[in-house]
């Protein structure tokens, strides 16, 4: 059963910092914009609380004890964990600005930062972390809409959305094309879409999709 925590629809963020005064300046600063966050001190307190999959945005010290900010974003990512990074610090230089925009983070910070500038790069994680969030359902939902049809259906759908007509795709399967109107219509029923180019989106999406030979 899920807590009143877990059904809570604001977003979550968290703060790995070493520094105590900085953990409690930043829970401050981002409950007063009602966000929920938890902060750490360690990456691994942080990867004992098993709060990683939930996080809307995660804001990281570059330098932390046993292991950088880096080396935790490595980690995360290894365990398909891809909440976005802002990365915080007190002793930045351009290079490490560099690495930490390269390594995908949203946003990299120099101790003392504004507080408006973290809050910005907050909300843009967040509103990106949505979007991403978003297209994965949307995937796993085509996903087992796909997984629904029948093999022969699987066929059509792959056929139909490579640009062949249903009298085409009638010969390649060697069935009539009253057989595949049919077929087609239970796909379209299936996958949840009402047109043909939705139906040549949903494949893309999960990478059916031949072209017409």
């Given at each position: 059963?899920?807590?009143?925590?877990?059904?809570?629809?604001?977003?979550?963020?968290?703060?790995?910092?070493?520094?105590?005064?900085?953990?409690?300046?930043?829970?401050?600063?981002?409950?007063?914009?009602?966000?929920?966050?938890?902060?750490?001190?360690?990456?691994?307190?942080?990867?004992?609380?098993?709060?990683?999959?939930?996080?809307?945005?995660?804001?990281?010290?570059?330098?932390?004890?046993?292991?950088?900010?880096?080396?935790?974003?490595?980690?995360?990512?290894?365990?398909?964990?891809?909440?976005?990074?802002?990365?915080?610090?007190?002793?930045?230089?351009?290079?490490?600005?560099?690495?930490?925009?390269?390594?995908?983070?949203?946003?990299?910070?120099?101790?003392?930062?504004?507080?408006?500038?973290?809050?910005?790069?907050?909300?843009?994680?967040?509103?990106?972390?949505?979007?991403?969030?978003?297209?994965?359902?949307?995937?796993?939902?085509?996903?087992?809409?796909?997984?629904?049809?029948?093999?022969?259906?699987?066929?059509?759908?792959?056929?139909?959305?490579?640009?062949?007509?249903?009298?085409?795709?009638?010969?390649?399967?060697?069935?009539?094309?009253?057989?595949?109107?049919?077929?087609?219509?239970?796909?379209?029923?299936?996958?949840?879409?009402?047109?043909?180019?939705?139906?040549?989106?949903a494949a893309e999406t999960l990478g059916v999709i031949d072209e017409?030979?």
């Amino acid at each position: 059963m899920k807590t009143d925590a877990e059904h809570d629809p604001r977003p979550r963020v968290i703060v790995v910092d070493d520094d105590a005064s900085i953990r409690e300046a930043l829970i401050n600063l981002l409950t007063s914009v009602d966000l929920i966050v938890d902060a750490f001190g360690s990456p691994r307190d942080f990867l004992q609380s098993a709060k990683a999959a939930s996080a809307n945005c995660l804001i990281l010290d570059v330098r932390l004890p046993m292991a950088s900010g880096f080396d935790l974003q490595a980690a995360l990512g290894e365990a398909g964990i891809n909440a976005p990074v802002i990365f915080i610090t007190g002793h930045g230089d351009i290079p490490m600005s560099v690495r930490a925009m390269k390594a995908g983070a949203v946003d990299f910070l120099a101790k003392p930062f504004r507080d408006q500038d973290l809050l910005d790069a907050v909300a843009a994680a967040v509103q990106t972390d949505r979007r991403r969030r978003a297209e994965s359902d949307a995937r796993t939902a085509l996903l087992r809409a796909h997984a629904s049809l029948s093999e022969r259906e699987q066929q059509v759908m792959k056929l139909v959305t490579s640009g062949m007509m249903n009298k085409e795709v009638a010969y390649a399967l060697g069935l009539s094309e009253i057989t595949i109107k049919i077929h087609r219509g239970k796909v379209m029923r299936k996958m949840g879409v009402s047109t043909l180019a939705d139906l040549v989106r949903a494949a893309e999406t999960l990478g059916v999709i031949d072209e017409k030979t």
